[in-house]
């Protein structure tokens, strides 16, 4: 039945009873409160069920010894991802003040879903691959074109993710355009050696291991070493397939004739590269998510291998340095990051989600310094799902830079956290700097290279 409502209900007069009806509600509350039974409290201790979001705080003791940069190196090459095989860093020589020496045309840009492959150097040459399978050595002193090369015809829909990787070996440029062709080109002309095709999209790398070999990672999380004379594959390590992975995908990284593996679900897998023997596991995913992306667990950061440890950041909330003799985690912080570490010296920087930059002692992981980036997230906060980015970072010039997706490098003193310098590139970036010969290399997302000097 349907009651009308108490202020249009009338008496015989014509008048609205509405005194009547607030007298009787008034009576009617009274009466439910005074009838009402007192509410039920349990005993016991009140507990948490969400984790407290830990805020990692600077000791001015470590502030104080200063970061420990090694001697700053000329360095002619950065073959791969932080320099090495093991991603382990250094120092390069850049000298300040920075400004934008020449830009040139890749190819196809990055898109919303696709991100363009970091540029390697070596040999007076700096070498890019974009989305769409083109390869392309430039002079890196003036930007000219020397050579460009398809290895794979992808169209103009190239798969979600990374558009593709390479690394610089003594037999040539080993590149894929994560496709499923990986293929060794003759770095000065651009001649193709030989190309392997594989039934899996590729994925992370690839990483030059010793003299003769390759490892790479495909959309499977499976891990494949091949030789470089012939593509001849020697092993693999089959992964876990996930069902929903994070953007990009993290290369192997190797030293002392072992190779340390990140991927999917937060896995940290170590292995002998002479046969692919597994040697220990860890991870460094998140016990207690608080958000959907935490709970991926993936790691989109290249592990760094420096032969004594391993240090790999996860998105879900945790910074690892593990002992490589025995996969023992020496320290760990809880700082969340898809961004590789960069291994100077005594010092570990780190580009944390939340848009701050910490420098980690490398021995026992204290922190010298934090230094909040501009959009940084509050620290009580949980990060959302997009915020601000930075890549990077890299040490070059004695100091610390880091590129934002804005397209601007802002460089740190290594000692202080410090800003000292700002350079605007005009243009959006979603690709980390690379630095050799002098300068630093910024890709933008429309398929530019930069390079800075």
Request: glycine share 12%; with cysteine.
């Amino acid at each position: 039945m349907l009651l009308p409502s108490p202020t249009s209900r009338t008496a015989s007069s014509g008048k609205p009873l509405r005194g009547l009806t607030l007298a009787a509600l008034g009576a009617l509350m009274l009466a439910t409160t005074s009838c009402s039974v007192p509410e039920a409290i349990l005993s016991g201790d009140r507990v948490n069920v969400l984790p407290e979001i830990v805020i990692e705080t600077a000791s001015p003791d470590a502030l104080a010894e200063g970061a420990g940069l090694p001697e700053m190196v000329n360095l002619n090459s950065a073959r791969m991802p932080g320099a090495d095989s093991g991603h382990s860093g250094g120092n390069s020589k850049l000298q300040p003040p920075l400004s934008t020496s020449w830009s040139s045309k890749i190819g196809m840009g990055g898109t919303d879903l696709t991100e363009l492959a970091l540029p390697v150097v070596g040999d007076g040459r700096v070498y890019t691959v974009s989305p769409d399978g083109t390869v392309s050595a430039f002079d890196v002193k003036n930007g000219a074109a020397i050579w460009s090369t398809v290895i794979e015809d992808k169209g103009d829909d190239p798969l979600p993710g990374i558009g593709g990787g390479l690394a610089l070996s003594p037999e040539g440029l080993v590149v894929h355009a994560g496709g499923q062709a990986l293929s060794l080109l003759d770095a000065a002309s651009g001649d193709l050696i030989w190309t392997v095709e594989m039934k899996i999209p590729l994925r992370g790398g690839p990483t030059i291991i010793g003299t003769d070999r390759v490892a790479l990672t495909d959309l499977d999380g499976n891990m494949k070493v091949h030789l470089l004379v012939s593509g001849e594959e020697l092993w693999v390590h089959f992964g876990i397939a996930a069902g929903t992975v994070l953007f990009g995908a993290p290369a192997p990284a190797y030293a002392n004739d072992e190779i340390a593996l990140a991927g999917a679900g937060g896995e940290v897998s170590y292995f002998d590269a002479g046969n692919g023997e597994l040697l220990w596991t860890d991870s460094v995913a998140s016990l207690l998510p608080r958000t959907p992306i935490q709970n991926l667990g993936d790691v989109r950061a290249h592990p760094v291998h420096d032969g004594g440890l391993i240090f790999v950041i996860g998105q879900s909330g945790r910074i690892v340095a593990f002992s490589a003799r025995n996969g023992l985690p020496v320290w760990e912080r809880a700082i969340a990051g898809m961004e590789m570490p960069w291994l100077a010296g005594e010092t570990l920087f780190v580009l944390s989600l939340d848009g701050r930059l910490y420098a980690i002692r490398r021995e026992d992981g204290v922190i010298r310094w934090v230094t909040e980036l501009d959009g940084a997230v509050p620290l009580d906060v949980v990060v959302p799902e997009n915020p601000t980015r930075y890549f990077g970072p890299v040490v070059a010039g004695d100091r610390v830079h880091v590129v934002s997706q804005a397209g601007t490098v802002v460089s740190f003193d290594p000692d202080s956290g410090e800003e000292v310098e700002r350079l605007s590139l005009g243009r959006e970036v979603r690709t980390p700097p690379q630095v050799a010969a002098g300068r630093m290399f910024v890709m933008g997302h429309n398929g530019t290279l930069v390079a800075v000097e």
